[in-house]
């Protein structure tokens, strides 16, 4: 009688049977990549402002932009868990994130406050069109774990924006 693959003495991952098929883990997961390397690179930048910011404005945007660093920073996790509890790699390196990334890495020369603020506007705007991208496809595929992150992602990164908007009207 022959082996089946999965009962063969050769160790091998078991079959994730969650409801959601290979297929739509695997474009939800691509999904969550970019998500991933969005956030990720937001939070580089954001935190590069921060140490960076100057003019009058410098103690409220130092620490705004701590805040916001701080809460990117701890998005990161449970986007990468998910993508792992997909049964897929989380993307890590520097250039993965510069593949998948829709949003542009920062400045070489730290511009001045008000562009940190229209950057950074930007760039949760971006991040908020990539989780709203995904969402569909987390819907379809009944993948609520997922749709309740990007809910939760979209939520923060619409309100961020809107806060840093309200700084550049005059």
């Known amino acids: 009688m022959a082996k089946s693959p999965r009962s ?31 956030t990720y690179t937001l939070y580089l930048t954001t935190h590069n402002f921060h ?5 009058p404005m410098f103690n409220t945007l130092h620490t705004m932009f701590m805040t916001q660093y701080t809460e990117l920073w701890t998005a990161v996790d449970p986007i990468a868990e998910r993508i792992r509890s997909l049964g897929h790699p989380a993307p ?6 510069g593949r998948l990334a829709s949003v542009p890495d920062a400045p070489g020369t730290p511009p ?20 709203r991208e995904l969402f569909p496809l987390a819907d379809k595929a009944s993948d609520e774990p997922t749709a309740d992150l990007l809910t939760q992602r979209l939520t923060v990164h619409e309100q961020t924006a809107w806060m840093l908007r309200s700084l550049l009207e005059e």
């Open 51 to 55: 140490w960076n910011v100057t003019g």
């Open 92 to 97: 890590g390196s520097y250039a993965d994130f």
């Open 112 to 131: 001045k406050a008000l562009e940190m603020v229209r950057i950074l506007v930007t760039g949760h705007e971006a991040v908020a069109r990539t989780a």
């Open 8 to 38: 063969s003495s050769a160790k091998s991952a078991p079959v994730i049977n969650i409801g959601i098929s290979d297929k739509d883990r695997a474009a939800i997961a691509k999904g969550l990549s970019r998500l991933l390397a969005d």
